[in-house]
């Protein structure tokens, strides 16, 4: 199978169900940035955030894989037949889990933090806005399921996070605002 299909080259792309859209339909957008969102952690996994935040983001990275595909497929078409496309509440929970066991580690937060410190800790922080972008064109989209936005607004508390834990166990402190 070629990586090139030439059926995009008019500016159109086909969604799960074989509807033909605009590359600039909100979907196409929506699910753009979710995969923008990943690409952005791949970035901060590169960069050595740490053994156990890296396969946390490699479980998130598989997460959000999922929620382009259903964001791909607006009749769930692969909904119902692919279980590795299913997110639900105890995956908001993981990651809520996840969040408070990484506040143990920090002070609390007294005021805003400018983004920034170690290379892993800003590209934390890039793939958080990136996945609050993705989050606002999901719900303009209007259509997802809530799961799918706890999740994306979770998953940024979660990478704001990780950002403060990976500056404070390199030793570098946090600029603040």
Not at 77 to 83: E, G, K, L, M, W
Not at 127 to 150: D, H, N, Q, S
Request: proline content about 4%.
């Amino acid at each position: 199978m070629k990586i090139y299909t030439r059926t995009g080259d008019g500016g159109a792309t086909t969604l799960f169900d074989g509807t033909r859209i605009a590359k600039s339909d909100p979907r196409v957008d929506a699910y753009g940035e979710v995969d923008e969102a990943n690409a952005m952690i791949g970035l901060a996994r590169a960069a050595g955030a740490g053994r156990d935040i890296d396969d946390m983001l490699v479980e998130v990275q598989r997460d959000l894989l999922a929620i382009g595909s259903r964001l791909a497929d607006p009749t769930e078409r692969i909904a119902s037949r692919v279980t590795k496309v299913a997110l639900g509440p105890a995956d908001v929970a993981r990651l809520e889990g996840w969040i408070d066991g990484f506040e143990a580690e920090l002070p609390p937060l007294r005021r805003f933090v400018l983004p920034g410190g170690t290379p892993a800790a800003a590209a934390l922080h890039l793939a958080r806005t990136v996945c609050r972008r993705a989050e606002r064109r999901m719900v303009a989209l209007g259509i997802l399921e809530v799961e799918f936005l706890a999740y994306m607004n979770r998953l940024s508390d979660l990478l704001f996070v990780m950002a403060r834990v990976v500056n404070r166990r390199a030793g570098v402190a946090e600029a603040e605002w």
